[in-house]
């Protein structure tokens, strides 16, 4: 039973909460030392000496020399770097990269094929491990670029990055390693691992967010992305977010305290997990049990949509994530639990767990205490719609009240179910003052994910008949074309 209500933020891998040391270095950056670092007088030297206190403490963190240190927006502008600088300087040659890369490189990949780029992609074992022998095979001896992630965003696999980065070299390619997961919870030495380029990002290790960093190996090539002022030595012109860097160093500064706590946080996951299995033993681990990150923790609950779970969660204070990644305009499955092995349906009921450093094991304990009331139906009084269920006759009854909550962009690509009532998520909470507690609610998405949150949040607000409609209007028109046709753009009210 739960009797108090806590509030967990066990989205540790989606970003991080800026600890307060940084809170305080960023905000005295930005107060007292806003002298642009390119000028020649005092107040530019003192921001200039910001900047290079930080490439100093960013490269003894990682073991690499400070002219080896590129500051950026984000890790994901970094990737993006190396990827086109590998494209532009050898378009003849191959790109490797494996399965299971973030967004920032599958994106950027798929860009530049259509640019004419040969891409390969190197697929994974159920555990998400890349295969020295098969990294071997792909690359031959025509590969610009081999890309390899440290350690995977959603099931925490880590890889073993010096043998890969060997064999990269044996076959003449440079070597790029996202390192942003594995940074402050894995350690990381940028000449033990072996890589020509590898790429950080401050907001994942509590620093704040945009900022990045690029090492770039004495020698290796970089073509900037963004062209103008010589900042950076000229690989990467704009001025530079002095105080953004300077949090980004003190965050750096904090890692050796994450490092030593990350033994408790991996006995925490164990808890998680073994209370989990006791409560549900059909659960999935989509996580290796070895060689991943301490705080990650990636399960399937078969029969379950994730965003309902999700839903339930946030309703008690907890916030997750979905394991696929839900693009808003189609339920798309996680590219990383498909490579693995699962099914669509399997990735559908999937979510990460990424807990902060600080968890205790009363978070832990609440957060099964949660769980158990929900896999024992004891967190319902929410219904859920499934694409069939809604049919003409609930769909213009008149005591039915329909919540829009879809983004504009996606209003454009799916028209609205008649005369249903628009607000976007981000503003659902001042827009549910004008809809009626005396009618049957149904809130409705793009894809599925949202509506269960708003709806679960309804339900706490004492709304009486609440509802979502599972895998969200881009399911339902493939199911009723003729209702969509018929009815949908109709009638339709902005709250
Ligand atoms: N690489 C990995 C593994 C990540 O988890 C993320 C963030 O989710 C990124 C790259 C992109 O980082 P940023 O938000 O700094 O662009």
Redesign the pocket.
């Known amino acids: 039973m739960i009797l108090f209500r806590r509030e967990l933020y066990l989205d540790n ?3 991080t909460k800026p600890s307060s040391r940084v809170v305080k270095r960023v905000a005295k950056v930005l107060r007292d030392c806003y002298g642009n670092p390119s000028s020649l007088y005092k107040d530019a030297r003192a921001a200039a000496s910001v900047l290079q206190d930080a490439r100093e403490i960013l490269a003894r963190t990682i073991n690499a020399s400070p002219e080896e240190i590129l500051f950026t927006g ?4 970094s ?1 993006n770097t190396v990827l086109k600088t590998a494209f532009e300087l050898f378009p003849a040659k191959k790109i490797v990269i494996s399965a299971i890369e ?1 967004a ?2 599958m994106r950027t990949a798929e860009y530049l094929r259509s640019r004419g780029a040969r891409i390969e992609i190197c697929a994974v074992d159920s555990e998400g491990r890349v295969s020295t022998e098969r990294f071997k095979e792909l690359l031959g001896n025509d590969t610009a670029l081999a890309c390899c ?1 440290l ?3 959603e099931i925490g696999t880590i890889q073993d990055i010096p043998a890969l980065a060997e064999t990269a070299k044996a076959g003449g390619a440079l070597f790029l390693c ?1 390192c ?2 594995g940074l402050a919870k894995v350690p990381v030495d940028v000449r033990a691992l072996g890589v020509d380029y590898a ?1 950080f ?4 290790i509590h620093g704040p ?1 945009g900022a ?1 960093a690029l090492y770039v190996k004495e020698g290796r090539p970089l073509i900037p992305l963004v062209h103008g002022g010589h900042q950076e030595g000229g690989l990467r012109a704009g001025t530079e977010s002095s105080h953004n860097i300077a949090g980004f160093a003190e965050a750096c500064l904090a890692i050796p305290e994450t490092l030593a706590a990350a033994r408790r946080t991996e006995e925490m996951k164990g808890r998680l997990l073994a209370g989990l299995l006791l409560m549900n033993p059909s659960i999935k681990v989509n996580s290796p049990s070895k060689n991943c990150l301490p705080n990650t923790l990636n399960i399937t609950v078969p029969g379950v949509i994730n965003s309902v779970l999700l839903g339930v969660l946030d309703f008690y204070g907890i916030a997750v994530s979905a394991g696929s990644a839900c693009n808003t305009q189609e339920n798309l499955a996680s590219h990383v639990l498909k490579a693995i092995g699962l099914t669509d349906d399997e990735a559908r009921s999937a979510i990460r767990i990424s807990l902060p450093e600080n968890i205790s094991a009363g978070d832990i304990d609440y957060t099964l205490r949660v769980c158990s009331d929900f896999f024992s139906g004891r967190c319902s009084g929410v219904t859920m719609f499934m694409p069939a269920q809604l049919d003409e006759d609930l769909l213009l009854d008149p005591g039915v009240f329909i919540l829009d909550v879809r983004f504009d962009g996606e209003r454009r690509s799916v028209k609205g179910l008649p005369n249903s009532h628009e607000v976007p998520f981000f503003r659902f909470v001042p827009g549910l003052a004008r809809v009626p507690r005396d009618k049957s609610v149904i809130v409705v998405c793009q894809a599925g994910l949202n509506a269960p949150l708003v709806a679960f949040y309804m339900r706490q607000k004492g709304f009486p008949r609440v509802g979502f409609l599972a895998a969200g209007l881009v399911a339902w028109k493939l199911l009723h074309p003729d209702l969509y046709e018929k009815h949908c753009g109709r009638g339709l009210t902005v709250l």
Do not use: I, P, R
Not at 74 to 77: D, L, R, Y
Not at 201 to 204: E, G, I, L, Q, V
């Open positions: 891998n989606a970003t984000s890790a994901s502008e990737l973030h920032a490189v992630m350690a995977n965003n996202d942003v997961q790429v990002s401050a907001h994942k967010k990045g």
